[in-house]
């Protein structure tokens, strides 16, 4: 049967059109070079949009003394050693410029009385260095790239999913999707593609992400392209998932709310931060307060729901509705629930992959000739643990320089050889779900991953429980093979579930094995059974499925920089 298939050429693909993806857009449109950008979820709705407590640089606004060598020092050492020296060296000397170019393109930043850019405490930093507008910075930064790739002209296409990256003899040609309305297929030439299609958050049952986004698409799509991830297992828990509705357990309360004084406590009432970082209590790094909320609820002391109270009651109405107007408004909304009156009920909710894919820390470049990946699809900049308003400048810093590496790899062919069972190969990617007819459902299936990497490769974790994850994985991946995919007049959602069930499938093994692997606690990673933190293990995993796993070194931290990594104090700090 002959298939609705258009094809298009262009000489940088970009997939993803959230914060990552545009900005390397808008550097090649800059540039003069042709660019498309395509993503799965309309671009003013993508998930950069719900990151809310503000932006690092150290502009020294607030406090003069601040450097870029002290951010890269808070940055490494939060990490606890496992991010790269040299990407958190390119990102905190980057990032001055990235608050310089989202200026250029007209965002309106929260400034002092002098016209200062104003800036934050966020936990874990030295000095005041997070640039925010309201709490809803990660929105206006979604709203100024998608104003600035407009008066650009920038192509974008919308409601297009990607199915496979087409490689041939070890470099990238293009890539392979379907529109989600009328399934249309596309075939895209490129001579670079840049991967900035999020991380793998959603394959857990209380996420900040919602449905059908963060999948772990970035994973499968490079992995099947002949490329490495790293860091599976170091996913960031943030402390304060709403729990109510079902439909956004996971939606986040941000931590702009313990910033300005709110207070946890157990069903007891007791303020049980004290037990765990006294002197920081609730303005504690994110890993110690998502591993003491889930401690407390484990044993016993957690609220009716399974969760904890944060309580903002006590603040002066103004305050609330000034500095958290988007809690309040996200409480009100989805749970009648007026916060300048009653307490939140909240639990940890898987809140961002900090691996991702393997890449160099110079231009972000993988194992494939000119595919690059950025954003939350990357890893190396945050380790065991990241710092709040790190990710949305690694976005700015890194999509500006893969904008120009992916240019400069283009310029540099003299010709692209393409291959046409690589193409053969993705159109039969979508013609065999189209046509599978099994008893399996493909939600039913995703569900089950979700419980199982919820069950066992939480917040807590420990051998037998990864163990028993593995086993149950296998048996879902054995019943994948017999799903029943079935579009309908709605559009073709139910072929995308069908990838993004591949892509969950994938990302949660690589989870897992990780996981299993690395034998102590390190920051995100608390392994009930190894309790310690273990100096042998100061290593990055990366694993693919033909490999498994391989320790990789960490370069040495320049002087500097580790001259700069003390103590770092938490008084009047916002948390992350």
């Avoid at 170019?101 to 850019?117: P, T, V, W």
């Avoid at 702009?256 to 069903?267: D, F, K, P, Q």
């Avoid at 470049?365 to 643990?385: C, F, K, M, P, Q």
């Avoid at 070194?553 to 002087?559: K, L």
Wanted: with cysteine; aromatic share 6%.
């Amino acid at each position: 049967m002959a298939i609705d298939e258009q094809q298009l050429s262009t000489t940088v693909l970009v997939i993803g059109t959230g914060g990552a993806g545009l900005r390397a857009a808008i550097e090649l449109a800059e540039a003069g070079v042709d660019v498309l950008a395509v993503g799965k979820r309309p671009k003013d709705d993508a998930h950069t949009a719900l990151a809310a407590g503000g932006i690092n640089a150290a502009l020294a606004t607030m406090d003069p003394e601040d450097s870029w060598q002290q951010h890269a020092a808070d940055t490494l050492k939060e990490s606890y050693l496992l991010a790269d020296p040299r990407t958190a060296e390119i990102v905190t000397q980057g990032a001055a410029r990235g608050i310089d170019d989202l200026e250029r393109y007209g965002m309106a930043f929260a400034r002092e009385e002098d016209g200062r850019i104003s800036q934050r405490f966020f936990g874990a930093h030295t000095f005041r260095r997070t640039a925010f507008a309201g709490d809803y910075t990660g929105l206006e930064i979604q709203r100024t790239l998608i104003r600035r790739a407009e008066q650009l002209k920038i192509p974008v296409l919308d409601g297009v999913y990607i199915t496979r990256l087409l490689v041939h003899d070890g470099a990238v040609f293009g890539a392979y999707g379907f529109d989600l309305t009328d399934g249309k297929r596309y075939l895209i030439h490129a001579d670079a593609v840049i991967l900035a299609a999020g991380g793998h958050t959603r394959i857990w049952r209380r996420t900040s992400s919602r449905r059908d986004e963060n999948t772990g698409d970035s994973f499968r799509l490079a992995v099947e392209a002949g490329t490495r991830l790293r860091d599976a297992e170091l996913v960031q828990f943030h402390p304060s998932g709403i729990i109510e509705p079902e439909n956004a357990a996971g939606t986040l309360v941000s931590e702009a709310a313990r910033g300005e004084g709110g207070i946890l406590r157990n069903a007891l009432g007791e303020r049980f931060m004290a037990r765990y970082d006294p002197d920081r209590m609730e303005l504690s790094t994110r890993d110690r307060v998502a591993l003491a909320s889930y401690t407390e609820i484990k044993e016993g002391r957690g609220t009716p729901k399974g969760g904890v109270w944060l309580d903002v009651s006590h603040l002066p109405r103004q305050t609330i509705m000034t500095r958290l107007p988007r809690v309040y408004q996200t409480l009100l909304d989805l749970q009648m629930l007026d916060i300048t009156r009653e307490p939140i009920e909240i639990a940890p909710t898987a809140h961002y992959s900090m691996g991702g894919v393997w890449v160099r820390p110079e231009d972000h470049s993988t194992d494939v000739r000119g595919l690059y990946a950025i954003g939350e699809a990357s890893s190396g900049l945050h380790g065991a643990n990241r710092l709040g308003g790190n990710s949305l400048i690694e976005l700015l810093v890194f999509g500006r320089i893969t904008g120009q590496a992916a240019a400069a790899y283009s310029r540099s062919l003299t010709a692209q050889p393409r291959s046409a069972s690589a193409v053969a190969q993705a159109r039969a990617d979508i013609d065999d779900l189209l046509s599978a007819d099994g008893p399996e459902n493909v939600r039913a299936l995703q569900r089950a991953i979700r419980n199982t990497m919820t069950e066992h490769a939480g917040v807590v974790r420990d051998e037998e429980g990864l163990s028993a994850g593995l086993a149950e994985l296998s048996v879902i991946e054995k019943r994948m093979e017999d799903v029943g995919v079935h579009p309908d007049i709605a559009g073709y959602q139910d072929l995308a579930h069908a990838f993004d069930l591949k892509s969950a499938a994938l990302a949660a093994r690589a989870t897992l094995e990780a996981a299993l692997e690395r034998r102590e606690t390190r920051g995100c990673h608390n392994r009930s059974d190894y309790p310690d933190l273990d100096p042998a293990l100061r290593v990055n995993l990366v694993w693919s499925p033909t490999t498994g796993i391989t320790r990789e070194s960490i370069p040495a931290i320049p002087d500097e920089i580790s001259s700069l990594m003390g103590e770092v104090s938490t008084e009047g700090k916002l948390v992350e």
